[in-house]
């Protein structure tokens, strides 16, 4: 069972562009929400996280948007520059204390920002 | 200071083998997680280690699949009779603590490639 989706599956973006990825999700235990970045042969590193309690969060060009009523969350690249070609994902997490809270991923975006 | 290492970095078997693909976490990170990338899918977790206690093994898809923590540093993830739908990026992370906030570190990966 997919728990997260995200979407799009591939986003072309011209540099100065603004890029955005979206995902849902149904459980509605999630409370940690954070984007991942990840380069070729490289491991996902965290972006920016978001905890339900707050609409927004904005960390340099990145900003997450977080609709709890919708149970979505979108994530915005400003100003788009080639160096941030990579695969995105967007993540849960949830969990009780002393668990796992292992997070639940989206299925990724591949993101190319041309020259 | 140095973060998760993997090893090896790829790794080609024959259906049929058994394989070890190792993970060394960040020097006092308690937690450590093992995830399954798929191409083109989202990372799947698979195994959770805390401390000393017992690990979470709820995502392993098999009973071919088993994990081990030695002195609560060092992991070994073992796939017993490998198949060719075992070919995936394995990802280990780590972290301070689970829960709250603490962030997820990851590996760079092993890429294993089923014949």
Same mark, same amino acid.
């Given at each position: 069972?997919?728990?997260?989706?995200?979407?799009?599956?591939?986003?072309?973006?011209?540099?100065?562009?603004?890029?955005?990825?979206?995902?849902?999700?149904?459980?509605?235990?999630?409370?940690?929400?954070?984007?991942?970045?990840?380069?070729?042969?490289?491991?996902?590193?965290?972006?920016?996280?978001?905890?339900?309690?707050?609409?927004?969060?904005?960390?340099?060009?990145?900003?997450?948007?977080?609709?709890?009523?919708?149970?979505?969350?979108?994530?915005?690249?400003?100003?788009?520059?080639?160096?941030?070609?990579?695969?995105?994902?967007?993540?849960?997490?949830?969990?009780?204390?002393?668990?796992?809270?292992?997070?639940?991923?989206?299925?990724?975006?591949?993101?190319?920002?041309?020259? | 200071?140095?973060?998760?290492?993997?090893?090896?970095?790829?790794?080609?078997?024959?259906?049929?083998?058994?394989?070890?693909?190792?993970?060394?976490?960040?020097?006092?990170?308690?937690?450590?997680?093992?995830?399954?990338?798929?191409?083109?899918?989202?990372?799947?977790? +698979?195994?959770?280690?805390?401390?000393?206690?017992?690990?979470?093994?709820?995502? +392993?898809?098999?009973?071919?699949?088993?994990?081990?923590?030695?002195?609560?540093?060092?992991?070994?993830?073992?796939?017993?009779?490998?198949?060719?739908?075992?070919?995936?990026?394995?990802?280990?992370?780590?972290? +301070?603590?689970?829960?709250? +906030?603490?962030?997820?570190?990851?590996?760079?990966?092993?890429?294993?490639?089923?014949?």
């Amino acid at each position: 069972q997919q728990q997260v989706k995200q979407s799009p599956q591939s986003l072309i973006v011209q540099k100065g562009g603004i890029s955005i990825i979206n995902c849902a999700y149904e459980n509605t235990a999630f409370d940690y929400f954070p984007w991942y970045q990840q380069f070729p042969g490289k491991g996902p590193a965290l972006l920016i996280a978001i905890r339900p309690d707050v609409s927004e969060k904005k960390e340099g060009r990145f900003t997450i948007s977080f609709n709890k009523s919708a149970k979505q969350f979108s994530l915005h690249i400003m100003d788009s520059q080639p160096g941030d070609s990579a695969t995105y994902f967007c993540a849960a997490r949830s969990g009780p204390a002393g668990s796992a809270r292992q997070l639940t991923f989206g299925s990724g975006t591949q993101l190319t920002v041309l020259p | 200071g140095a973060g998760v290492s993997q090893s090896p970095s790829n790794k080609v078997t024959e259906k049929g083998k058994d394989v070890e693909l190792r993970c060394d976490p960040i020097s006092g990170h308690t937690a450590l997680y093992w995830y399954r990338q798929s191409l083109g899918q989202g990372l799947e977790f +698979l195994i959770y280690f805390q401390g000393n206690s017992a690990p979470d093994k709820s995502g +392993l898809p098999s009973d071919r699949f088993s994990a081990e923590r030695t002195g609560g540093s060092v992991s070994t993830l073992t796939i017993q009779r490998t198949q060719q739908e075992d070919s995936a990026v394995y990802l280990c992370a780590s972290s +301070l603590q689970a829960g709250g +906030l603490y962030e997820q570190y990851f590996g760079p990966g092993t890429r294993l490639t089923v014949t």
